[in-house]
């Protein structure tokens, strides 16, 4: 059953209910006022019939008494005194007349009391005032009086008013179930306006779709209010899913890509050493290593193995720098401790120079470093340092390349500024991306593109941001900046 239909019902419910009872005490106030006004008027004409003391013979049963109204009122004098039955023993003229006779009924002296009763004569309605009669000065019945009204007007009036009751509660019964279902169609009505929206979104991928807002500050205006803002979050989600997707896709292909250059150098040497080896006069397989000299064989077996000794390195710098970026889309955790900078500075400077390069190595200065501790991992932190120094050396021919510390407030910046070929504008926001190489140093330098992407993941675990200058032909500085921690006195040697 609906919202709307149920709302209807309850509604209409408790409006009947209301109307019953409202219905039921209006006809009982009206019966009873209509019905007490008569008592008292059979009342009064009874007290008036007795004209004078005595017994019956002194009943006036003609009376013209006020309220006694010949035409609906009829007096009746029952005696006791003959047979406990009773004998009728006079009416008033009224009730003689026409072709009917008219006897109200009355009950045997046992029973005779004062009191109300109805009574049904030749299908006419009359509501009787029995009043006893004591024989002087006792209290034994002798006699009844019987006063009665033909009470077909107040009935008649009566029925109306129960016709009236039912047909308007009827009536207001149908008009509040109608009212009640165009209500609550009007109240209900942003809700299916919510659900064809809703219903739309799942059907189709319009995820920026909203909910329009029409009320003020309603139930319905913050079940709106709620919706749109879960599917602003479902969007955004849904958006990040598809470009973390993306990316990933992106990445599997140019990983691939990658490992396929130096497998296909490998292969293509392997084949060659094949050939400059197979036996001599193997067929006609191979007149181009057949004639070849001994020393050319040789020569040239060592460029092969040479090549491939190049390429098997470059394939393993490859895998170890997938391995590390798919450590951090895994979410690997690094284990932290507080590391003292300078000891770490100059390991790092040492391992450098042992590095091939064309530039001058130069260091200093590190006194911003002294005593100064940071919270992270040295393994992590000495390799982001080692691949800005070997960027450095990569994309510098001549002048030099330097590493030096300044300090900023909580942050200090351990700079690797170098004298080389320098960054367009342009390529700057992309170094940190995979596999991204600035256009300069594609074929120029070996390099797969991936170290600054690690680079950046290292400092954004250590909640450190790198900031490049470059300027093309001139050289580049990139600083990591990274938020220092009260000085450490007993922890372990960084
Ligand atoms: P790779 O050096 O293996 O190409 P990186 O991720 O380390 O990969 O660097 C991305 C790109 O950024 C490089 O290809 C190069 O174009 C540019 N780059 C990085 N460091 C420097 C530098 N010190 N000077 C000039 N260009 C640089």
Redesign the pocket.
């Known amino acids: 059953m609906s919202i709307r239909l149920k709302l209807t019902l309850w509604y209409s419910g408790l409006f009947a209910i209301a109307f019953i009872v409202f219905g039921i005490t209006v006809y009982n106030v009206v019966e009873h006022n209509t019905m007490s006004e008569l008592r008292e008027r059979l009342r009064e004409v009874a007290s008036k019939v007795q004209t004078s003391g005595g017994f019956f013979g002194e009943y006036n049963l003609d009376s013209t008494a006020p309220g006694f109204d010949a035409s609906v009122i009829g007096i009746q004098l029952v005696d006791y005194r003959q047979r406990h039955a009773g004998i009728v023993l006079g009416k008033s003229r009224n009730m003689l007349l026409g072709v009917r006779e008219i006897t109200m009924p009355y009950p045997d002296q046992s029973e005779a009391r004062e009191r109300f009763t109805d009574a049904s004569i030749h299908q006419t309605s009359f509501y009787i005032y029995e009043k006893p009669i004591y024989i002087n000065g006792t209290k034994d019945i002798g006699g009844l009086l019987l006063v009665g009204a033909n009470t077909d007007r107040e009935q008649q009036f009566l029925s109306q008013l129960r016709g009236i009751l039912w047909l308007s509660g009827g009536a207001a019964l149908l008009a509040a179930f109608l009212l009640g279902m165009f209500l609550s169609r009007k109240a209900l009505a942003p809700i299916d306006r919510v659900t064809d929206v809703a219903q739309r979104i799942q059907s189709g991928s319009e995820l920026d779709l909203r909910i329009p807002r029409e009320r003020a500050d309603d139930e319905v205006g913050r079940l709106t209010d709620t919706l749109n803002g879960m599917l602003s979050g479902l969007e955004k989600a849904y958006k990040n899913l598809e470009e973390t997707n993306a990316a990933q896709r992106r990445f599997v292909s140019d990983a691939s890509h990658e490992l396929r250059t130096p497998l296909t150098t490998i292969r293509g040497n392997v084949d060659l050493l094949e050939k400059i080896w197979a036996e001599q006069g193997d067929g006609d397989a191979d007149n181009q290593a057949q004639g070849l000299s001994d020393a050319d064989r040789r020569q040239l077996s060592l460029e092969s193995i040479h090549d491939i000794a190049d390429e098997a390195r470059r394939m393993s710098r490859l895998v170890n720098d997938l391995l590390a970026l798919a450590r951090a889309d895994a979410g690997y955790v690094v284990e932290m401790e507080s590391l003292s900078l300078r000891p770490l500075a100059e390991e790092a400077a040492r391992r450098a120079s042992f590095l091939p390069r064309r530039a001058e190595w130069l260091v200093g200065p590190l006194e911003a470093l002294n005593g100064v501790w940071v919270r992270g991992n040295r393994d992590y932190l000495l390799q982001l340092l080692s691949?800005?120094i070997?960027?450095?050396f990569?994309?510098?021919n001549e002048g030099s390349v330097r590493l030096y510390a300044a300090r900023t407030g909580d942050y200090v910046g351990l700079t690797?500024v170098?004298t080389?070929?320098?960054?367009l504008p342009e390529?700057i926001p992309h170094?940190?991306e995979r596999f991204?190489?600035?256009?300069?140093?594609?074929g120029e330098?070996?390099?797969?593109?991936?170290?600054?992407?690690?680079?950046k993941w290292i400092a954004e675990l250590h909640h450190a941001s790198i900031d490049v200058q470059?300027r093309p032909g001139e050289?580049?500085a990139?600083t990591i900046w990274i938020p220092v921690i009260p000085e450490q006195h007993d922890a372990i040697r960084g």
């Open positions: 691949i800005l070997e960027n450095g990569k994309y510098t690797v170098d080389g070929i320098g960054l390529h170094i940190f991204y190489r600035a256009d300069v140093s594609r330098t070996a390099g797969t593109g991936l170290g600054l992407s690690i680079a470059s050289g580049s990139f």
